[in-house]
């Protein structure tokens, strides 16, 4: 349990946009700033991964203190993959529990989209281990997961349909919110015959290249959200390091660090984002988290138990399929979605308003994972 709030939000349009870093960064920070009555800042936390070798922009935090009025106050940027925004919000989550702050503004940022794809693959590559045997074999973060994939396939019942229908889903949803980033509706016979990234994941199974920017304030000061935990692991970096190759431990670990701190399980929450960087991934995730039994997650996804109506809605947001995956802003998207789900104003919003909402962001192929849980009071 912790003694930390949200008392405001924001977030900018996701997709292919013609404002620089910086400025989605103002929008954002702004947004949640005049959403939480515009408080006195004590710090700055910006979660971000590729600003420096792709936009040639690094001080981000600095850059917000400025641009933003906010004083003379300690900025930091976080990096750890596409885990940036989660471990961003853990620093301002610490700095509120130690007493050194009362209230914190956290971002999130990524551009992406003025890229070449080359140029922003190379970038994303460096989340790997650059100097293992697999990173000079030629391994790729859809390579990663098209193994898992198959290694699944192999062990149970499940098949490529299934992932398809994670991706419908997360594209159902997508469509149904005003932010995300892919707004044209799609079908399943789409989805199955889409152009292959690498066996057996498509086109529609894979993350995209997004520009945005997320941000939220929190405070010690209460408020109807509450953080309720918040919970961070490093996991292995190497697919040969997997003790098995169908869980990612650092999802689990962190997962239980978090129902251990709040004080609940997985059969208490009511609404998640998790990191579907791959619609693998999200299979794992909710098996990882305790959602459902292991190598059963594709069951659930067959019984629409993950859909907006089922007892486990699952990024409801739209996920980083459909809502978009600017990195460093992706879990901070995550907390805001759910943030508005447990306000009850949310894109998507789920029956009954939720009391207890969890965010889990993956970075690398598993090297951390962050977990939060908020609460409606």
Known sequence: MTNVYVHGIGMTKFGKLDSSLKELLLEASTEALNDAGRPKIDAVFVG????????NQEILG???ANDLGL??????????????GGIAFRQGVIGVLSGEYDTVLIAGVEKMKHASTPDVTQAINSAMDTTST???????????????????FYETGASKEHLARVALKNRENGVRNPLAQFPKPTSLEEIMAARMITDPLGLFDCSPMTDGAAAIVISRKKSPIHVRSSAQVSGPTQMQDAVDLLSIPAIGESGRLAYEKAGVG???????????CFSMTEIIATEELGFF??????????EGRTKVTGDKPVNTSGGLLSRGHPIGATGIAQLYQLVRQLRGNAANQVANTPRLALAQNLGGTGSYSTVHILERV
Do not use: Q
């Open 48 to 55: 971000n991964f590729m600003g420096g070798s792709i936009s």
């Open 62 to 64: 600095a850059l917000i």
């Open 71 to 84: 004083g003379y106050i300690p900025s930091t940027k976080v990096e750890g993959a596409c885990a940036s």
């Open 134 to 152: 697999e990173k000079h074999a030629g391994l790729t973060f859809p390579g990663f997961f098209g193994v898992l994939a198959n290694r699944y």
């Open 266 to 276: 997985p059969e208490d929450i009511d609404v998640v984002e998790i990191h579907d």
């Open 293 to 302: 039994n292991r190598l059963e997650g594709w069951k659930a996804v067959e």
